[in-house]
């Protein structure tokens, strides 16, 4: 069974940095697409950025030249590296495993198999 297991959330101060993991058991992640997702009360999962298996990625409009995500294969640990916070950046941050679909946006929740239990982002003064 995959196991997603998340960390290095908390709470920062807009204009801050922090970099969140996402560490994989039983699974290779550059066979798939990955996808940090984040979720507040009220609105709709999104995708804030995903990386497939060869390397390249995606970001939503809100977090581009922000955020970045990246992959250390021999770790086998997801980062999403994320700058200039704001405080609609807040959020509980999730990352999930799909099927591998290189080049394309692939913002479909559903075609995510595997998810982690999410680590809990605040930006506030």
């Known amino acids: 069974q995959v196991q997603l297991v998340e960390s290095g959330g908390g709470l920062v101060q807009p204009g801050g940095s922090l970099t969140l993991s996402c560490a994989g058991s039983?699974?290779?992640?550059?066979?798939?697409?990955m996808g940090w997702y984040r979720e507040t009360p009220g609105k709709q999962r999104e995708l804030v950025a995903q990386?497939?298996?060869?390397?390249?990625?995606n970001y939503a409009d809100s977090v581009k030249g922000r955020f970045a995500i990246s992959m250390d294969n021999a770790k086998n640990t997801i980062y999403l590296q994320m700058n200039s916070l704001k405080p609609e950046d807040t959020a509980l941050y999730y990352c999930a495993r799909r099927p591998n679909c290189p080049g394309y946006r692939c913002d479909d929740s559903g075609e995510y198999d595997s998810w982690g239990q999410g680590t809990q982002v605040t930006v506030s003064s």
């Open positions: 039983r699974v290779i992640f550059s066979q798939f697409t």
């Open positions: 990386i497939a298996g060869d390397g390249t990625t």
